[in-house]
C-alpha cells in the first residue's frame, strides 16, 4: 500500500499563513521528489512546488515564488509546504505527489505516479 494524506488545510485570512503537511507510507520517501499542486474549480490543476529526494533542489510556480516554502523530513517520512502571504487566489484544493525519479524540474511537468486524496484552501476574510 502507497498512499500520501495531507493535512493543515482550511481557512486562511490574505496575508496570512498556513502550513500543509504531506505524510507518506507504503515506500521510502529517500528515493522520491514530493510536488504539491492545486487545482480551483474551473482551472486546470497547477503545479506549486516540488523538493528532490535529497532536499538539496527545490522549485517554485510563479504564482507562488517568494511566499512559499517547500521542506522535507525524510526520517518523519513527511513533506511540508509553508504558505505565508496568502492571497484569496491561493484558494484550492491542494495535492502531494511523489515522483520515484527524485529529481525536480522547472517547470514542473514530470509524471508523478503516486497522489493524495487533497485538502481545501479557503482563502478569505
Known amino acids: 500500500q502507497l498512499q500520501l494524506v495531507e493535512s493543515g488545510g482550511g481557512l486562511g485570512q490574505p496575508g496570512g499563513s498556513l502550513r500543509l503537511s504531506c505524510a507518506v507510507s507504503g515506500f521510502t520517501l529517500d528515493y522520491y521528489a514530493i510536488g504539491w499542486f492545486r487545482q480551483a474549480p474551473g482551472k486546470e490543476r497547477e503545479g506549486v512546488s516540488c523538493?528532490?529526494?535529497?532536499?538539496?533542489?527545490?522549485v517554485y510556480g510563479d504564482s507562488v515564488k517568494g511566499r512559499f516554502t517547500i521542506s522535507r523530513d525524510n526520517a518523519k517520512n513527511t513533506v511540508y509546504l509553508q504558505m505565508n502571504s496568502l492571497k484569496p487566489e491561493d484558494t484550492a484544493v491542494y495535492y502531494c505527489a511523489a515522483t520515484p525519479g527524485g529529481v525536480c524540474y522547472d517547470p514542473l511537468g514530470q509524471v508523478y505516479d503516486y497522489w493524495g486524496q487533497g485538502t481545501q484552501v479557503t482563502v478569505s476574510s
Open positions: 523538493i528532490s529526494s535529497s532536499g538539496a533542489s527545490t
